[in-house]
Nanobody
C-alpha cells in the first residue's frame, strides 16, 4: 500500500488547508490522519474505519473534517486553524477491514508539513 500526502503549507491562524492522501489500495481499510509536532507525541487527528465510522480527536472536533472518495483517497479539511495545529501530518492505513478503535496502523505516508503562524 502506497500513501502519498499533499496539501500542506503555511497559513495564518483562522485559515484553512486541505490535505490529500493518494492511495494505491482498492479494498476497504481504516485510514487516518496523524500529526506530530517537535518534542510531542504523535496524535491521531481523525479516522475513518472500514465500516465508515468516523472518529475525531477532541482537539479538532468541529474544525477538521475527514473524508474519502470512491477511489479510497483520503482528505482532511482543516478550518479555523490554530497555532497549536502546527505539525507534520501523516496519512496512515490499517490492513484490510480495519477499524478505528482496534486495529493497528501499519502503512504510512512520508508526511506533509502544516505551519500555522502569524
Amino acid at each position: 500500500v502506497q500513501l502519498v500526502e499533499s496539501g500542506g503549507g503555511s497559513v495564518q491562524p483562522g485559515g484553512s488547508l486541505r490535505l490529500s492522501c493518494a492511495t494505491s489500495q482498492y479494498r476497504r481499510y481504516a485510514m487516518a490522519w496523524f500529526r506530530q509536532a517537535p518534542g510531542k507525541e504523535r496524535e491521531r487527528v481523525a479516522c475513518i474505519g472500514s465500516d465508515a465510522e468516523i472518529v475525531y480527536a477532541d482537539s479538532v472536533k468541529g474544525r477538521f473534517t475527514i473524508s474519502q472518495d470512491t477511489a479510497k483517497n483520503l482528505y482532511l479539511q482543516m478550518n479555523s486553524l490554530k497555532l497549536e495545529d502546527t505539525a507534520t501530518y501523516y496519512c496512515a492505513s490499517t490492513r484490510p477491514a480495519g477499524y478505528c478503535g482496534s486495529t493497528a496502523f501499519v502503512f504510512w505516508g512520508q508526511g506533509t508539513q502544516v505551519t500555522v503562524t502569524s
